[in-house]
């Protein structure tokens, strides 16, 4: 079994930063697509960066591309998205997810509009950019 627990969200102004963890206990074939997702009241989940375990791919949401970075440290088993020169559209609960590339595998890069085909998900960490 996956499990995955999300830490280091908060509050912040216009313009700064945020670095978000997910740790794993451990990582399984049916988990090698990993990503991030946020969701807001009255919105649908938007998936917002994914990397590929297996080969260290990323893929990046139009919307927070330049500003975030999705990093992994294998060592330890833990997902990064460092967050910066956030914006109060930004502000939203996190989750970190993992799936299988069996679904996820674009033919480049793991999918992060297939929200319903990753397995595990953590609980979530809430983030807040004030104006």
């Known amino acids: 079994q996956v499990q995955l627990v999300e830490s280091g969200g908060g509050s912040v102004q216009t313009g700064g930063s945020l670095r978000l963890s997910c740790a794993a206990s451990?990582?399984?074939?049916?988990?090698?697509?990993v990503g991030w997702f946020r969701q807001t009241p009255g919105k649908e989940r938007e998936g917002v960066a994914s990397?590929?375990?297996?080969?260290?791919?990323?893929y990046y949401a139009d919307s927070v591309k330049g500003r975030f970075t999705i990093s992994q440290d294998n060592a330890e088993n833990t997902l990064y998205l460092q967050m910066n020169s956030l914006k109060p559209e930004d502000t939203a609960m996190y989750y970190c997810?993992?799936?299988?590339?069996?679904?996820?595998?674009?033919?480049?890069?793991?999918?992060?509009?297939?929200?319903?085909?990753?397995?595990?998900w953590g609980q979530g960490t809430q983030v807040t950019v004030s104006a």
């Open positions: 997810a993992a799936g299988p590339p069996s679904k996820l595998w674009s033919g480049s890069y793991c999918r992060i509009t297939s929200a319903e085909w990753y397995k595990y």
């Open positions: 451990r990582y399984t074939y049916d988990s090698y697509c």
């Open positions: 990397i590929y375990r297996a080969g260290g791919i990323t």
